[in-house]
Structures are given as structure tokens and as C-alpha cells.
């Protein structure tokens, strides 16, 4: 796994959605980033799109659960790349234990306030993100 720079975004994240076509998207309360993972370097943009509602109409998006919204699933298993985990709010980190490209391993992911946290492989299984409201992750597998 390479970790890939992410620029910082904000202090509260509410979520992600499942990365597809090498491209994502993060919000918090007020902005909606698209992230283009092409390469090494992760191009971000940002959005006109307002958080709430392009919550709602995303069934890929992982994060924090809404009222009346159901929870997204994450991609675990793409092709032979897997990950697995289990959080529990109280601990200060997730271990995020994964097989990829036939090499495994396990990423340490902290946990600084527990509310909520989400991890997903994208849908081709090329990449991984990690995320809670205080931090996200994107890595690539190698």
C-alpha cells in the first residue's frame, strides 16, 4: 500500500463516497470535494454541489448516518483485494487489516472522536480510503 498525499479540507468530514472511474468525492457540513486519483498526486476540486442533498441521492456514500437514511455498504472485496476491520468508537485507532495484490497487512488508522468511521476499497479495487470526521486516508495498492 502507498499512502497518497491528501491537502488538508476540514475539520469535520461527514463522509465519502465509494471511489469509481479513479474519482471521489468528500464533504463535511458546508463543502462538496470531487478528488481525481489518476495519479500520484490527487487533484481536488471544489464543488457547487451542497453536502445534505448530494448525500441523499448517493447510494456510495459512507459516513456519517443521517436520519431516515439507510447505511451504505462498503466495498470489502474487489476481485482479490480485501479489507477488514472492526470499529469500536472507544478505542483510538481502527485496525484496517488487508490482502492485496498478494501481500498482506494492517494500517492503524486513529480515531479521534469516535463518532463514526468508514473505510472502502474503489470499485476496480486499485485503491483504499480510510476516514472518520477528523481524518481521511487515501491509499493506493500496490
Given amino acids: 500500500m502507498k499512502k497518497l498525499k491528501l491537502p488538508f479540507l ?3 468530514h461527514i463522509g465519502f463516497t465509494i471511489p469509481k472511474a479513479e474519482t471521489f468525492y468528500i464533504c463535511d457540513h458546508d463543502v462538496v470535494w470531487r478528488i481525481a486519483i489518476g495519479s ?3 487533484a481536488v476540486e471544489v464543488t457547487d454541489l451542497q453536502p ?5 441521492d448517493r447510494a456510495d456514500f459512507l459516513g456519517l448516518v443521517f436520519d431516515g437514511l439507510a447505511e451504505n455498504q462498503p ?3 474487489v476481485g482479490p483485494n480485501e479489507i477488514v476491520y472492526d470499529f469500536d468508537p472507544n478505542k ?3 485496525a ?11 494500517i492503524q488508522f486513529p480515531i479521534f472522536s ?12 486499485c485503491y483504499l480510503v480510510l476516514a472518520e470526521p477528523d481524518e481521511i486516508a487515501l491509499y493506493k495498492v500496490a
Fill in 10 to 12: 476540514s475539520e469535520r
Fill in 52 to 56: 445534505y442533498k448530494f448525500v441523499e
Fill in 75 to 77: 466495498l470489502l472485496r
Fill in 40 to 42: 500520484d498526486n490527487p
Fill in 114 to 125: 469516535g463518532a463514526w468511521f468508514a473505510a472502502s476499497l474503489s470499485d476496480d479495487g
Fill in 92 to 94: 483510538n485507532f481502527v
Fill in 96 to 106: 484496517v487489516k488487508y490482502v492485496t495484490t498478494g501481500q498482506s497487512g494492517e
